[in-house]
């Protein structure tokens, strides 16, 4: 009890002192924070986070590894995500429905572009899924679209996926960080895949 009662006090006084010092960072950050008629300025800041480990690959067809989901999750989207209430919600497409038990048609949002410049399009998505559950790129993760059959642009902003038995967790899956989409002029091909392959052996070795 007598030790308890010691670090509540100890933890009291210190929250009390870290609370009445102050950062000289912190007041220059309040100091930018506002503008010249002191209202909330609107630039933004960085945000620094811990990670376990460095990102294996940046590719989001290829991973196996948490790190390297973490960073792609905040590098590409996909056709649906969840929000904080863990609803699927669209992103990349704008609207999505079942037109019957074996095929989904969704609506991609006009626009958009990747950071490169490349449009985004049902080209993108049908080249990415090709790709993806292609067996020669042996992606770790294609069985997450094992019963998928065919990807079809049917034109410029629509999409059909077609499976070849009903498949209920489809929607879900598509939110998955595997599923995001990249843009055709960064997509890896084989030769580049296996250029980084070699790259990362070489610097494992140095």
Not at 32 to 51: L, P, V
Not at 56 to 67: F, G, N, R, S
Not at 93 to 103: K, W
Request: with cysteine.
């Amino acid at each position: 009890m007598k030790k308890t009662t010691a670090f509540f006090t100890f933890s009291t006084f210190g929250l009390a002192l870290a609370a009445c010092t102050s950062d000289p960072a912190d007041e220059g950050a309040e100091e930018t924070a506002t503008d010249a008629n002191g209202e909330g300025a609107s630039d933004g800041g960085h945000f620094i986070m811990a990670m376990p480990a460095d990102a294996v690959t940046l590719d989001p067809h290829q991973i196996t590894d948490v790190p390297s989901h973490i960073v792609t999750l905040n590098l590409y989207e996909n056709l649906l995500m969840f929000d904080e209430n863990m609803e699927l919600e669209p992103v990349l497409a704008e609207s999505y429905e079942q037109i019957d038990e074996l095929t989904w048609e969704f609506q991609l949002r006009e626009g958009i572009e990747f950071h490169d410049g490349a449009a985004f399009n049902a080209e993108a998505v049908v080249t990415n899924f090709d790709r993806f559950l292609d067996p020669d790129t042996a992606s770790p993760r294609a069985n997450l679209f094992g019963p998928v059959d065919e990807v079809e642009a049917v034109d410029e902003y629509t999409v059909h996926i077609s499976t070849d038995e009903p498949f209920a967790p489809l929607l879900q899956h598509l939110a998955h960080g595997s599923a995001g989409i990249l843009s055709l002029k960064r997509l890896p091909t084989k030769k580049r895949h296996q250029l980084q392959l070699t790259q990362l052996e070489q610097a494992h070795l140095s």
